[in-house]
């Protein structure tokens, strides 16, 4: 049996623990909130714009634009969202396990450092990591997007694709992969879109069907409607990704400090227990001596 | 029949209501919207769009985007929009002199960081048009 001092001092040591945990906790939640009502404010915005590319798809070739067209997929681009730290849960390693299932060959590109720890130290081909801040600005995304974009024209890599924790609510965040480019399935796409927006029904809208007009004409709306949309699109998954990393922290420390919550009640329970054994133990010595005597 | 006019951006949906008319700053000029308009696909310039619903008339500023004409549907996706009541005259020039201000003083900035920058000032120059037109 442990001595009594001991158990004092275990109980003191789960204390600043449980203190450390709370206080992330709170932290965590704070900035869950934010991160939470940025994804969702973002929300709309992607959904019309994915509705605007859906009206689009039904009227222009494949052809007229680098970002439709399929081709033979020889390098996969992957841009992998993690976290900058840990202490939030099985977030990362679920995402690790989704890098690990891919067999076919793929440059990464990664924003978080945790990811970019991992992608080095299993020697995967890391093209380059991005930082982002805790709020997220839409030009440190746009960075990232605009490299990526640029290696998909030059045929360094045939698709980009995301693979980041998919924020459903506060327990639950998914990892997922998202393809974002080739756009050579656009109705699948604007289906994802209206999903995480919570919208089930992916039925045709009530379309005119006069000739759309493109002003001043179709090539120029797109050229500058899909690079737009690509940038658009990566920021609303790294915002979806911040809001996942939160949720699952506070989870995560809030799962710690109950565990210590509990630990200390079965802690506190054994030490009474062990003070009133050595008291016992005392009296007992104090009335055998005087027997004695 | 009336028209459902959406402006949408980023951080908010910025109006969402039935009108009877609207004019969109493209980038081709102002076009005016009725009810039966034909499909139409355009870039929306920065610059002042006019909603008429009844005898009313609001004016928006809106920042560069997208708009999309779908049936009875007006769609517009802007980086930026805000109504006239919104516009704080005062804040925007201070904002906007800011902006300025940094633009001149940073010497190598950061491509994206200055192009946010310029953005915003051409915005700020819009909002400030909006509001003084009727002087």
């Given at each position: 049996?442990?001595?009594?001092?001991?158990?004092?001092?275990?109980?003191?040591?789960?204390?600043?623990?449980?203190?450390?945990?709370?206080?992330?906790?709170?932290?965590?939640?704070?900035?869950?909130?934010?991160?939470?009502?940025?994804a969702l404010a973002g929300r709309p915005y992607t959904q019309?714009?994915?509705?605007?590319?859906?009206?689009?798809?039904?009227?222009?070739?494949?052809?007229?634009?680098?970002?439709?067209?399929?081709?033979?997929?020889?390098?996969?681009?992957?841009?992998?969202?993690?976290?900058?730290?840990?202490?939030?849960?099985?977030?990362?390693?679920?995402?690790?396990?989704?890098?690990?299932?891919?067999?076919?060959?793929?440059?990464?590109?990664?924003?978080?450092?945790?990811?970019?720890?991992?992608?080095?130290?299993?020697?995967?081909?890391?093209?380059?990591?991005?930082?982002?801040?805790?709020?997220?600005?839409?030009?440190?995304?746009?960075?990232?997007?605009?490299?990526?974009?640029?290696?998909?024209?030059?045929?360094?890599?045939?698709?980009?694709?995301?693979?980041?924790?998919?924020?459903?609510?506060?327990?639950?965040?998914?990892?997922?992969?998202?393809?974002?480019?080739?756009?050579?399935?656009?109705?699948?796409?604007?289906?994802?879109?209206?999903?995480d927006a919570?919208?089930?029904?992916?039925?045709?809208?009530?379309?005119?069907?006069?000739?759309?007009?493109?002003?001043?004409?179709?090539?120029?709306?797109?050229?500058?409607?899909?690079?737009?949309?690509?940038?658009?699109?990566?920021?609303?998954?790294?915002?979806?990704?911040?809001?996942?990393?939160?949720?699952?922290?506070?989870?995560?420390?809030?799962?710690?400090?109950?565990?210590?919550?509990?630990?200390?009640?079965?802690?506190?329970?054994?030490?009474?227990?062990?003070?009133?054994?050595?008291?016992?133990?005392?009296?007992?010595?104090?009335?055998?001596?005087?027997?004695?005597? | 029949?009336?028209?459902?006019?959406?402006?949408?951006?980023?951080?908010?949906?910025?109006?969402?209501?039935?009108?009877?008319?609207?004019?969109?700053?493209?980038?081709?000029?102002?076009?005016?919207?009725?009810?039966?308009?034909?499909?139409?696909?355009?870039?929306?310039?920065?610059?002042?769009?006019?909603?008429?619903?009844?005898?009313?008339?609001?004016?928006?500023?809106?920042?560069?985007?997208?708009?999309?004409?779908?049936?009875?549907?007006?769609?517009?996706?802007?980086?930026?929009?805000?109504?006239?009541?919104?516009?704080?005259?005062?804040?925007?020039?201070?904002?906007?002199?800011?902006?300025?201000?940094?633009?001149?003083?940073?010497?190598?900035?950061?491509?994206?960081?200055?192009?946010?920058?310029?953005?915003?000032?051409?915005?700020?120059?819009?909002?400030?048009?909006?509001?003084?037109?009727?002087?």
């Amino acid at each position: 049996m442990p001595s009594t001092r001991d158990i004092r001092r275990r109980i003191k040591s789960v204390k600043n623990t449980r203190q450390i945990t709370k206080a992330m906790e709170l932290v965590a939640a704070s900035k869950m909130k934010k991160a939470q009502q940025a994804a969702l404010a973002g929300r709309p915005y992607t959904q019309l714009m994915a509705s605007m590319l859906a009206t689009l798809a039904h009227r222009v070739e494949e052809s007229q634009h680098p970002f439709l067209a399929e081709r033979p997929v020889r390098t996969r681009g992957i841009l992998l969202v993690t976290t900058d730290k840990g202490l939030c849960g099985p977030l990362n390693a679920n995402l690790f396990k989704l890098v690990t299932d891919i067999k076919t060959p793929v440059k990464f590109y990664v924003v978080g450092r945790k990811g970019a720890q991992f992608i080095s130290r299993t020697k995967r081909d890391m093209v380059a990591d991005f930082p982002v801040s805790d709020r997220v600005a839409f030009t440190e995304v746009k960075v990232a997007a605009e490299f990526m974009v640029k290696h998909f024209l030059e045929g360094i890599i045939d698709t980009i694709e995301v693979i980041y924790p998919r924020f459903r609510n506060t327990l639950v965040q998914e990892p997922t992969v998202r393809p974002v480019l080739p756009l050579a399935n656009l109705q699948e796409f604007v289906a994802h879109v209206k999903a995480d927006a919570g919208h089930s029904q992916t039925g045709t809208r009530a379309s005119d069907t006069r000739e759309l007009l493109f002003e001043p004409n179709a090539q120029e709306v797109l050229e500058a409607l899909l690079p737009f949309y690509v940038n658009r699109h990566l920021y609303q998954l790294v915002l979806s990704a911040k809001a996942s990393e939160h949720s699952a922290r506070m989870v995560a420390m809030k799962t710690a400090k109950d565990n210590a919550t509990k630990l200390l009640g079965d802690l506190t329970l054994e030490y009474n227990k062990a003070r009133q054994a050595a008291i016992t133990q005392e009296i007992l010595e104090i009335a055998a001596s005087s027997f004695a005597a | 029949m009336p028209l459902t006019l959406e402006i949408v951006t980023p951080e908010a949906k910025v109006y969402s209501d039935t009108i009877d008319s609207v004019v969109i700053p493209t980038m081709e000029g102002e076009v005016g919207i009725l009810p039966g308009h034909i499909p139409l696909l355009t870039k929306v310039a920065n610059g002042e769009l006019r909603v008429t619903k009844g005898a009313q008339t609001l004016h928006l500023a809106v920042g560069g985007g997208f708009a999309e004409i779908d049936g009875d549907k007006v769609s517009v996706l802007a980086e930026r929009a805000i109504t006239e009541e919104q516009i704080d005259e005062k804040a925007v020039e201070d904002a906007m002199k800011r902006a300025e201000q940094s633009m001149r003083d940073a010497k190598d900035m950061d491509p994206n960081e200055f192009e946010h920058l310029q953005s915003m000032v051409r915005f700020a120059g819009v909002q400030l048009a909006v509001k003084r037109r009727r002087r």
